[in-house]
């Protein structure tokens, strides 16, 4: 193809898929673990893991695993990841995701994946995925100020891929879905949630009933990501602030009143196609020979740079000089 102002074609750019949830965003990736090689998490809290516990990445299915007792006096029992930098959501845009398989549960014993402060993993800070305990069977995503969002009863050793994303500080979209069936257990849009700032993600869970009952849970697929979704007005893949032409005309042939060429709207790399420009010569003509006059230039243009045949400059110009421009 050629390219004398880095022609593109439209429908060739495409966003980044980056979160499990389907959700497309033009970020910047904080945190991404998919273990699919050994990752750098420790037992933190302050926990020395006790007979039957176990806090460790599982190489042949490519997942993360925690099991623990329930104890008393309450004990904070996780795997944390390394720290990452700090999300502030006052800051929004941003987002977070994570599958969540609940393989053994108890009546007073929760289990949970979380977004948190470095150095605090129970506190009452960040994003939290709950797993209410065997008396509830329903998963939370709360925010430990004004938002808890509840799903319907969950299946043990079942996938649950949730993501908590913002747009708006103070509000979030937040998602879950069964992953096997793909069956839609939470689609909340602009609700009210407000996390405090975190910097690392953690599995486990406080405890503190004290009735020896154990717990289970595996994560996998983790995302952090920060910046907003991509404004693109005119949906030609670039981002309305890079765009010379936000509001793009992206017929598929350029296209004179009634009078269609049948030459391809072709568009180049700052945004503009030519039907764009050719839009900007009847917008500046004072009169009709002034609008003709323009169409040809840029036409001889376009053929010099071989963007254009000879024989489509001349259906070009045709349509031009018939139209009642300006």
Not at 52 to 68: M, N, P, Q
Request: a negative charge; proline letters at 6%; aromatic letters at 10%.
């Amino acid at each position: 193809m050629n390219n004398a102002r880095g022609l593109v074609r439209f429908g060739m750019l495409a966003l980044i898929l980056l979160s499990p949830i389907s959700a497309l965003w033009a970020v910047e990736v904080v945190y991404t673990e998919e273990f699919s090689s050994q990752p750098f998490f420790e037992v933190c809290g302050g926990h020395v893991p006790e007979p039957g516990e176990f806090f460790l990445w599982d190489s042949v299915a490519e997942t993360y695993k925690v099991r623990i007792n329930e104890t008393s006096p309450t004990v904070a029992k996780f795997a944390c990841s390394p720290a990452f930098d700090l999300v502030e959501p006052a800051d929004a845009p941003w987002c977070v995701g994570a599958d969540m398989n609940i393989v053994q549960g108890s009546f007073g014993l929760p289990l949970s994946v979380r977004f948190v402060p470095h150095g605090d993993p129970g506190g009452n800070h960040g994003v939290l995925i709950s797993f209410k305990g065997a008396h509830d069977r329903r998963i939370a995503v709360q925010d430990y100020s004004v938002g808890s969002y509840f799903t319907p009863v969950v299946s043990y050793g079942s996938w649950y891929r949730f993501s908590v994303c913002s747009n708006t500080p103070g509000l979030a979209d937040i998602s879950a879905i069964e992953v096997e069936s793909g069956d839609i257990l939470m689609d909340f849009l602009d609700v009210p949630f407000n996390p405090t700032a975190f910097d690392t993600f953690v599995v486990g869970n406080n405890t503190g009933w004290g009735d020896g009952s154990v717990g289970e849970v595996h994560a996998d697929n983790v995302f952090v990501t920060t910046d907003p979704p991509v404004q693109d007005a005119d949906g030609d893949g670039l981002a309305d602030d890079e765009d010379s032409c936000p509001n793009s005309v992206l017929g598929e042939t350029i296209v004179f009143g009634s009078c269609d060429s049948g030459v391809e709207n072709q568009g180049f790399d700052d945004g503009c196609t030519m039907q764009d420009m050719l839009a900007e010569c009847a917008a500046n003509a004072g009169h009709h020979g002034q609008f003709v006059r323009c169409v040809a230039q840029l036409t001889n243009d376009w053929k010099r740079s071989w963007i254009i045949s000879g024989s489509e400059k001349g259906k070009i110009q045709r349509c031009a000089a018939q139209a009642g421009t300006p």
